[in-house]
Structure formats: C-alpha cells, structure tokens
C-alpha cells in the first residue's frame, strides 16, 4: 500500500503522515521513519530537532533512517511487516538534483527523479505500506530560473507517477487532510 501526501510548508504534512502509519502499523509491525533533511541552517536545523523530539514521545518506537540521498541504498532492507514513512520526497529531490555539477541538464535531473521513483515503487512493493510526504511547490507557477524549473518539473513528474501507484493521496490544507484519491477494496 502507498498512501501519498502532499501540502505547503508547515501545513501538517508530517503530523498527518505519522497519524497514517499509527492507523496502519499492528502489533507484529515495525514503524520506520526515512528523514531525508540535511542541516541547512539554523531553521532546518530546529526543524529537524522539533521532529527527532516528537518521534521520540510518541507511542509508536520508530526505526530512523537518516537518508537525505541515494533511497535505493537502502530499500532492501524492509520487508513485509514494515510500514515506512518518507519524509519527504521534496527534500530528497533536492538533494539528489544539485549534489552534482549537472543539475542543470534534464536528462540528469529526470534519471535522478526515474531512480528514486523506482526505489519507493520498490519500497511500496516490498513493505506493508509505504507513506510519502511532500511539498505542494506549484502553487505561484514556475519560476525562469533553469535549476529550479528543472527541480519543479522532476517533483510535479515524480508527484504524478507516485500518485497513479497510490492507494490513497491526500492533500493536507491548514492540518486537514482532504483526500483526492482512495481505493476501495473490492
């Protein structure tokens, strides 16, 4: 199962994402938290704190992947009674995209975007349920400058791909979930 989940920043994304893993995880399961921030500045740095401390008093006892690169490395590590949360795919794509000096190029940017769309298709395959957080960026159109338009143009393609394999996708609007797509079980 994948249930996707996208809003603004500091819409409640997370909150709502980690509420999704509380409902799906059993007794016999392992909740697994994949953070993918890099320590940026002093607010990412906070940020990064507020959710290591909310994780750690929460009834739930995540596993956490400190993960800002290269998903693929470790999706084979999860098996069937795992239910993983990755948080977030915005900042994963970032992170992937201007690591190299070819951030520039889409053909670069799109093979990055293609393997870590393989790799949480593989991690929805091969886990209980797989719940993916990111950032609704479109919102103001799509700036002119080449680095970010290619960044937009990767995540708008990875949110739709993810999307289609999703059970569920749910928009988060000022901490509620509205929810635009759902599978019914037949």
């Not at 948080?87 to 070819?102: G, I, K, R, Y």
């Not at 993916?132 to 708008?156: A, I, Q, R």
Request: hydrophobic letters at 40%; proline letters at 2%; aromatic letters at 8%.
């Amino acid at each position: 199962m994948i249930v996707f989940i996208s809003g603004g920043v500091r819409s409640g994304k997370t909150h709502i994402a980690e509420q999704c893993v509380q409902q799906i995880v059993s007794e016999n399961d392992e909740a697994h938290y994949i953070a993918t921030a890099k320590i940026t500045d002093e607010e990412m740095k906070q940020r990064i704190i507020r959710h290591q401390h909310e994780r750690s008093h929460h009834h739930l006892s995540w596993k956490t992947w400190e993960q800002p690169e290269k998903l693929h490395a470790i999706v084979n590590r999860f098996g069937k009674n795992d239910v993983i949360l990755l948080d977030c795919l915005t900042n994963l794509l970032a992170n992937e995209l201007f690591a190299d000096a070819f951030w520039h190029q889409e053909d670069s940017c799109l093979r990055k975007a293609m393997s870590i769309y393989q790799a949480i298709r593989t991690l929805g395959e091969n886990s209980k349920a797989l719940v993916v957080v990111s950032n609704e960026v479109f919102y103001n159109g799509v700036p002119e400058d080449v680095g970010t338009y290619h960044f937009m143009k990767m995540l708008g393609w990875l949110h739709q791909q993810i999307v289609s394999l999703a059970d569920k996708a749910i928009l988060v609007q000022n901490g509620v979930p509205l929810i635009k797509k759902e599978r019914t079980k037949e």
